[in-house]
């Protein structure tokens, strides 16, 4: 199973930023979201689509349909500039998968 | 809080083994499933695969299938990764993370945990 990722997004601060992760089907899977900064380990902001985990910023949202999952953060600071990876199960083979990432720019 | 300390740095050259080690605390070890995540130098994630510790059963991704174990010691709370017949496309900084087991538990829960990480540089 192949998720698809842009390479990069840019945005200026305080607009809106959506990066999304295409995939077959991929609104029948649950979509999670990874941020990772240089030297560090990713950290998750998006569970199942949609969720957060405490202590994420409630300017994080997501979408799932169709063959699109969009991760979207509002009012981006550039303390959001950071690589950032969809992930899912594949029943198919057991296996987890994750997109390629998209580098976030904070212009 | 759950923590996740990983070894250190392991330098290795073409055709060696490593043993690479994830020490749990902060809630029942069992409570998890033990996944290792490699990132070689810049690029993406990509899982290797994954232990039960209540079990000690494992399932790789293919192209790992033969020269990759998994443990799970729940006497230490420790869980390890190795890989040998290292290539220098192993070289990559490689993490533990966990997702919730138990029941109910799917395969579909995100990895809520995450190591340090711990790199390997392989050098022919």
């Known amino acids: 199973y192949v998720l698809t990722q842009p390479p990069s997004v840019s945005v200026a601060p305080g607009k809106t930023a959506r990066i999304t992760c295409g995939g077959n089907?991929?609104?029948?899977?649950?979509v999670h979201w990874y941020q990772q900064k240089p030297g560090q380990a990713p950290v998750l902001v998006i569970y199942?689509?949609?969720d957060r985990p405490s202590g994420i910023p409630e300017r994080f949202s997501g979408s799932n349909s169709g063959h699109t999952a969009t991760l979207i953060i509002s009012r981006v600071e550039a303390g959001d500039e950071a690589d950032y990876y969809c992930?899912?199960?594949?029943?198919?083979?057991?296996?987890?998968?994750f997109g390629g990432g998209t580098k976030l720019t904070v212009l | 809080e759950v923590q996740l300390v990983q070894s250190g740095t392991e330098v290795r050259k073409t055709g060696a083994s490593v043993k690479i080690s994830c020490k749990f605390s902060?809630?029942?070890?069992?409570?998890?499933?033990y996944h290792w995540v490699r990132q070689a130098p810049g690029r993406g994630l990509e899982w290797v695969g994954l232990v039960d510790p209540e079990d000690g059963k494992t399932k790789f991704a293919e192209k790992f299938q033969g020269r990759v174990t998994m443990t799970a010691d729940t006497s230490t709370d420790t869980a390890y990764l190795g890989l040998s017949s290292l290539k220098s496309t192993d070289t990559a900084v490689y993490f533990c993370?966990?997702?919730?087991?138990?029941?109910?538990?799917?395969?579909?829960?995100?990895?809520?945990?995450w190591g340090q990480g711990t790199l390997v540089p392989v050098a022919s």
């Open positions: 992930q899912v199960w594949d029943s198919t083979t057991n296996h987890q998968v």
């Open positions: 199942y689509d949609r």
């Open positions: 902060g809630d029942s070890f069992t409570d998890y499933f």
């Open positions: 089907n991929l609104g029948n899977k649950g």
């Open positions: 993370a966990t997702t919730l087991r138990g029941i109910g538990a799917d395969g579909t829960e995100p990895f809520d945990y």
